[in-house]
């Protein structure tokens, strides 16, 4: 039996998909780098309220100013010390039982059905990951699938609305995408938007000066396969 509903529904926006896969994933030096061209995506596309995108604007500004090391550690005491904020999908339906597993290899499973690949240490469960899968999909499947989702992502904002963490739009903004009803997150006023967007000074925040060179390979969760040659692309 499929997972995804059939009932017709609005656009699902792939670009604002994956700019949301990127800003829940851990905050390396090429996220920091990627993060003026993120902000872009999600107005170029505008798949979400205004409201939202200002969150999400204020998300965004605020990894830019944060040294690497600060935004490094925050994630990890969000999002890797405890059940109600993982990112990990089964983390919520299965937790510690056995059906993880078995979970996990129908998810992968999935993921090849549609010619895409884990790369080496990704989680098919890992919400950046599911993301960017859903990212690929035909509009109806892509918001079904959301819909099938909104109550894990509805138990993770609430929990991140409870730590006032900036996160909690990311997960407003896929509820919206979904379909769903989230509750604005407030915004904390800040410095101008020129102050904001400029390039901090090498190795003094979140900038890609001084800690990654120019060209350098950005990461991917998942790959695809050529089916003819079998070699991954």
């Given at each position: 039996m499929s997972i995804f509903k059939t009932t017709a529904a609005?656009?699902?926006?792939?670009h604002t998909l994956r700019v949301l896969a990127r800003l829940l994933s851990y905050p390396d030096p090429v996220l920091c780098e990627q993060l003026p061209a993120m902000r872009g995506?999600?107005?170029?596309?505008?798949?979400?309220?205004?409201e939202r995108l200002a969150e999400l604007d204020a998300l965004i500004a605020s990894?830019?100013?944060?040294?690497?090391?600060?935004?490094?550690?925050?994630?990890v005491q969000l999002f890797d010390s405890g059940r109600a904020t993982s990112l990990h999908v089964f983390e919520h339906v299965h937790g510690d039982s056995r059906d993880r597993g078995p979970a996990m290899i129908?998810?992968?499973?999935?993921?090849?059905?549609?010619?895409?690949?884990?790369?080496?240490?990704?989680?098919?469960?890992?919400?950046?990951v599911v993301l960017e899968y859903t990212s690929t999909q035909p509009a109806r499947e892509?918001?079904?699938?959301?819909?099938?989702l909104a109550h894990i992502f509805n138990a993770i904002f609430n929990a991140l609305e409870k730590r006032q963490s900036r996160y909690a739009s990311a997960l407003g903004a896929l509820l919206e995408l979904a379909g769903e009803k989230a509750r604005p997150v407030a915004v904390v006023a800040d410095e101008p938007i020129d102050e904001a967007?400029?390039?901090?000074?090498?190795?003094?925040?979140?900038?890609?000066?001084g800690q990654a060179k120019p060209g350098q390979p950005q990461p991917i969760h998942?790959?695809?396969?050529n089916p003819a040659t079998g070699v991954v692309a």
């Open positions: 609005a656009p699902v926006a792939p995506a999600l107005h170029a596309e505008a798949a979400l309220g205004a990894l830019q100013r944060q040294s690497a090391i600060d935004a490094e550690a925050d994630y129908d998810l992968a499973q999935t993921y090849e059905a549609a010619g895409l690949y884990l790369a080496e240490g990704e989680m098919p469960d890992h919400l950046p892509a918001r079904a699938f959301l819909g099938e967007w400029a390039e901090p000074v090498a190795f003094d925040g979140c900038s890609s000066k998942v790959v695809r396969k």
